[in-house]
């Protein structure tokens, strides 16, 4: 990245005194967080206790949890769709035609998908071959949605659940569904290949992708990585992403709706007589929902 400052660390305390270092010595404000939603979730609380840094922008690239962005801080924005956008697909599925696999890793980002996925769902360390036979014998089970953890880089829980759906004692031959699946080429993912009909990958919607040809070491496919490059590279861009919504946040998206729903309501004011209140339009605004 050139002259661009950058720390590579999975601990919020280091990189919270990192980006208070660039703030107070290099006068930096624009800090691109590439983390995921559990490094995220603390990483907000020390910010949002610093006023020193009101002024800086955060973008975050990574983090999609719907708990993380519901409690984030007014200058930390996001640049993909959350988890509940790809989770909402499976709501009206019935039991036992759809299993979430879900990392033992606790989380915001695993945990939600624990919760909102479709049933049945375990734990990784939950599974076991008699589990899975279970679900292809009490439903047909057509497809597992899997959300599994591979920060180490060994691809411990890959190896786990490889383990069980390729015992020659496991009944599933179906589609597996995995949940931001960046390294779809490994190994492990292959051998699967042979036993199931399918694998397919989902994953959040990212607001910015480019050509990343001076990156010759960087897949292009990793889209998460592709979009914290772009951002970085045209970071005095920020503001009018923020205006335009390319980055947002909870804050950012409630006040647009208000504004058209102050305007369409205002609108129409001349055939019903009545021009609403903020109070009252923001009121109304509380049960609608967003997609991003």
Do not use: H
Request: net charge positive; charged share 20%; aromatic share 8%.
């Amino acid at each position: 990245m050139g002259n661009i400052k950058n720390l590579t660390s999975i601990n919020p305390i280091k990189i919270y005194k990192y980006i208070v270092c660039c703030n107070k010595c290099c006068k930096i404000t624009n800090f691109c967080l590439n983390l995921n939603s559990g490094i995220l979730i603390i990483l907000n609380k020390l910010i949002e206790k610093n006023r020193k840094l009101d002024k800086c922008i955060f973008a975050a690239t990574r983090s999609n949890s719907n708990f993380v962005r519901d409690i984030i801080a007014k200058n930390i924005y996001f640049s993909l769709s959350s988890l509940n956008i790809i989770l909402n697909n499976y709501k009206n599925i019935e039991p036992f035609k759809v299993m979430t696999i879900v990392s033992d890793v606790n989380n915001p980002y695993y945990n939600q998908i624990y919760i909102e996925g479709p049933k049945p769902v375990y734990r990784l360390s939950e599974l076991t071959v008699e589990k899975v036979n279970e679900f292809v014998d009490k439903g047909n089970g057509i497809d597992l949605l899997i959300g599994l953890d591979d920060n180490s880089g060994l691809n411990i829980e890959f190896e786990q659940l490889s383990k069980i759906l390729l015992d020659p004692a496991c009944k599933y031959v179906n589609f597996a569904t995995f949940i931001e699946l960046e390294l779809v080429s490994i190994s492990i993912i292959e051998k699967l290949k042979k036993k199931l009909t399918s694998i397919n990958n989902v994953a959040s919607n990212n607001s910015i992708i480019g050509l990343t040809n001076n990156y010759p070491g960087l897949n292009s496919l990793t889209l998460y990585t592709n979009c914290a490059i772009q951002l970085v590279d045209t970071y005095e861009e920020w503001e009018k992403y923020i205006s335009s919504s390319i980055l947002f946040n909870r804050f950012t998206i409630k006040n647009k709706e208000l504004k058209n729903k102050i305007k369409n309501i205002t609108a129409k004011s001349d055939e019903v007589e009545i021009t609403p209140t903020p109070v009252e339009a923001s009121a109304e605004l509380q049960s609608t929902t967003k997609k991003v």
